[in-house]
Structures are given as structure tokens and as C-alpha cells.
């Protein structure tokens, strides 16, 4: 059994954290599955981000996304032809193009929020307590700061187990 200390060092709780998200993701997919949508997890994952973050441009979604500009450019294309996501010109640079989420793309998004959801609120609520829920809150929050941590490449030896 792994001491208190151990659990809290970088590398242990680095490993722990991509497990349990691995899973949760793996979890919600299937959860997804009963509302068949026809779009990839990218493909929701960027219509999800373009309805929070947008109006958005390509290349900041590609940042915020973590991925390159042209596997945005193919997700962005695939979602405009299906009516999804619209593209306007921004009135303050108009060399620039800003990315919308169209009514039916939000009303998609909202289904799968809906879905994922009502099943994540049933099972927080079955099996987790009040106090394990404020826990569960300051984690989240720390969780998206990792999320959205901007640091430089770590060297490969940086840290090791």
C-alpha cells in the first residue's frame, strides 16, 4: 500500500490523474452511446468548446483544444457541412473568422450535456457524500487549472517514478 507521502508526490498523483480520467471519459462514452449523435468525441469535444468558449477562432480553438490547426480544420469542416457550427467574420480584425455554434448544434450539445449529465449526477449523488462533494469541487477546479496550464516542454527526464 502506497504511504500518504507517496500519493502526493507529482508522478504518483501525474499517473493516478490520467487513470482516473481515462476511465471517467471511457465511462461517459458509453454513457453517450444510448443518444446516438453520429459525430467522434473530437468532433463533440470541439462543439462543446466552440458553444462555451465561441464566437472563437480556428486557431485559438486548436490551442484550447491541444491539437494541431489542421485537425481543426477537418473537425471545423466536417461540423459546418452538417449544420452545426458557422463561421462569420470578426467585426473588429476582418482578417479573422469566428466560429458559432448553429441552434441545432446547441441543441445537440445540450442532449449529450443532458445525457452525460444525469447519469455523472445520479452517481455523485449515490456514492458520494456532502463532504466528499466540497472535496470533489476544489479538485475540479484544481483540475481545469492543470487543464489549461501553458508550460514549456518539460525535459524527458524532469520527473521520474
Given at each position: ?19 482516473a ?23 463533440l ?16 480553438l ?6 494541431r490547426a ?21 467585426l ?5 473568422t ?31 457524500s ?5 472535496v ?26
Amino acid at each position: 500500500m502506497e504511504s500518504t507521502s507517496d500519493r502526493t508526490e507529482p508522478p504518483v498523483l501525474a499517473l493516478n490523474i490520467g487513470l482516473a480520467t481515462t476511465r471517467l471519459r471511457s465511462r461517459l462514452r458509453h454513457e453517450q452511446t444510448r443518444v446516438t449523435t453520429g459525430q467522434t468525441m473530437s468532433q463533440l469535444s470541439v462543439l462543446g468548446r466552440i458553444r462555451a468558449d465561441g464566437p472563437i477562432t480556428a486557431s485559438s480553438l486548436a490551442r484550447a483544444e491541444h491539437v494541431r490547426a489542421q485537425s481543426i480544420a477537418e473537425t471545423i469542416a466536417t461540423l459546418k457541412k452538417q449544420g452545426l457550427v458557422e463561421a462569420s467574420r470578426d467585426l473588429a480584425d476582418g482578417r479573422k473568422t469566428l466560429l458559432s455554434v448553429t441552434e441545432s448544434g446547441r441543441r445537440m450539445v445540450d442532449s449529450i450535456v443532458d445525457l452525460r449529465g444525469a447519469w455523472l449526477a445520479r452517481v455523485i449523488e449515490k456514492t458520494i457524500s456532502p463532504g466528499e462533494r466540497e472535496v470533489l469541487a476544489e479538485a475540479m477546479e484544481i483540475l481545469l487549472r492543470v487543464a489549461d496550464c501553458r508550460l514549456g516542454e518539460l525535459s524527458a527526464d524532469a520527473w521520474r517514478a
